[in-house]
């Protein structure tokens, strides 16, 4: 058989998308760790930028080690590594939902961080034991069902927030994307076979720097943060959490599930593009790779990335993880992140996240059946409930006010169904994959299957895994009786069929 090469040219493409990720991800920790948080800068750059480094390395090895045993075994050269890192929309409610509480309670931003890095290393524990059970419901889930839900985190949490970012500072972000849509939705090659994503970076860099878009102090005050940050473990913080960390429970177990979901999702995503891992492996790997980093100081659950298809799109294959996982960690003990982010502007990352976004939603619709179309986009609609709810929140906090202080009539007097946006919107991967589930059965007259995910999302509900902010008993009483109706409906439905009765299809 043919040597596989550890690394190909078109690498650098997936490298720089992946890389770009990350980077914004840890950006994003590190300024709200230390502003809003105020966590002094020997906890944030001193434990959890390398605590999460150690994750993203470990897991970028093990995908890379992954990718090209699948490659030999198939004696196939096209095989795409799994990208992985830090999940953004875990990240976001670890920082608000765990982290943030702690500290405006008690002001403490140490106590704060050993809370984080306890839920994180529960989230890891949650992620390994999902390992046993993703592969029944990847096997029993429409296809439809697993992209469909996939897409709508796509479109509104990868999507959303970059694509107004690039419109926000066109004079910087238009020429990265026109360069972004050439090479990788376009697929034309630039002369002398230059990578797409690198001249992205270059001229999109460039051209910010020219105009004065970029400001040269930040690259100043970014050198004085470089230094050496070895990753230290932290069983003592961890030891120091588990005696807070309970009322967080409720976040952690609901992010936890998410996270395997998310995990199990994109495997199925690689899958559909031509390259099948095993859903059990790559599971306790994200259960693993999350549980190391919190062991050396990090806040924040990682997860094979939603991108794939994309980056094997663009002819990257098992190098770009490696590469990625290197740099990010080199990137981590040195103290070097601020200065990349002070020298490439976040418009670059912002086109690259919408590329990712684009193949994703297309993904969705290209290799699911066609008469399950419905299925897909009922999928979504959840996604854009906890996306519009979540900007509404926003606002309100920047008026300094909340929901619940403005009243639910207020709000519906300005068409704001805000009851409607919490309730579709908690648990939004989850009820994305039980609508779709539910619609493809439906669309195949499956009606047992049908009831069945009806009758789960009644138990879920119940026990607020779905449409509830927590866990609890009689967390969602009325949706429970909803789908447990649905299910009842559905099995009435196949009782009718069996007893001899025809249910005709609707000619068009």
């Known amino acids: 058989m043919e040597k596989i090469p550890f690394f190909v040219r078109r690498d650098s493409d997936g490298f720089f998308g992946l890389f770009i990720d990350n980077l914004v991800n840890l950006l994003i920790i590190a300024i709200t760790l230390s502003e809003l948080f105020k966590m002094p800068a020997k906890i944030v750059y ?78 890891g524990v949650i992620e390994l034991l999902g390992a046993f059970v993703g592969n029944a419901v990847r096997k029993y889930t429409p296809r439809a069902a697993l992209l469909g839900t996939l897409a709508g ?58 105009i004065g878009f970029m400001k040269p102090e930040a690259v100043g005050e970014a050198i004085t943060q470089i230094g050496f940050y070895p990753p230290i473990p932290v069983f003592a913080a961890i030891k120091e959490g588990i005696k807070e960390v309970a009322p967080f429970l409720a976040v952690v177990i609901p992010m936890g599930i998410y996270n395997f979901l998310e995990t199990m999702q994109n495997v199925e995503s690689a899958s559909a593009a031509g390259d099948r891992y095993d859903t059990r492996t790559t599971m306790m790997m994200d259960g693993v790779g999350t549980m190391a980093g919190a062991l050396f100081g990090s806040c924040f ?53 919408l590329y990712i976004a684009l193949v994703i939603g297309a993904q969705a619709f290209q290799t699911t059946p066609k008469l399950h179309a419905p299925a897909v986009v009922i999928a979504f609609i959840p996604h854009i409930a906890n996306y519009v709810r979540t900007n509404v929140d926003g606002a309100l906090l920047a008026a300094e006010t909340s929901a619940d202080r403005v009243g639910m009539a207020a709000l519906e007097a300005q068409a704001v169904s805000y009851k ?64 447990l109706l649905l299910g009842i409906l559905f099995f009435v439905l196949r009782l009718f069929e069996r007893t001899g009765h025809k249910l005709e299809v609707m000619k068009e």
């Open 301 to 353: 659950p990682t997860t094979v990335y939603i991108g794939h298809p994309g980056w094997k799109a663009v002819g990257a294959r098992t190098g770009y993880s490696l590469i990625n996982g290197t740099v990010i960690f080199i990137i981590a003990i040195f103290g070097l992140l601020v200065l990349a982010t002070a020298v490439i502007p976040k418009e670059v990352a912002f086109c690259i996240l």
């Open 153 to 210: 985190i796509a479109i509104t949490w990868i999507a959303m927030k970059p694509t107004l970012g690039i419109w926000e500072n066109p004079q910087v972000g238009f020429l990265p994307l026109a360069i972004i849509l050439i090479g990788f939705i376009a697929r034309i090659t630039f002369p002398y076979r230059i990578p797409t994503g690198f001249l992205a970076i270059l001229l999109g860099s460039g051209l910010a720097w020219a």
């Open 46 to 123: 001193g434990r959890v930028i390398p605590g999460a480094a150690i994750s993203i390395i470990v897991g970028n090895i093990f995908y890379t080690y992954m990718a090209r045993r699948l490659a030999k075994k198939e004696g196939r050269r096209n095989v795409t590594a799994l990208p992985y890192g830090i999940s953004t929309p875990i990240m976001f409610a670890y920082l608000f939902l765990v982290i943030g509480p702690i500290y405006w309670k008690t002001l403490d931003p140490l106590l704060a961080w050993k809370v984080g890095v306890t839920a994180a290393f529960i989230g």
């Open 420 to 483: 409607g946006l919490a309730s579709l919107g908690y648990g939004a991967i989850v009820t994305g994959m039980l609508l779709g589930a539910i619609t493809a059965f439906l669309i195949d007259k499956r009606f047992r299957s049908a009831g069945v995910y009806a009758f789960s999302a009644a138990l879920l509900a119940f026990f607020g895994v779905i449409h509830a902010p927590e866990l609890a008993f009689r967390a969602a009483p009325w949706h429970a009786l909803g789908y």
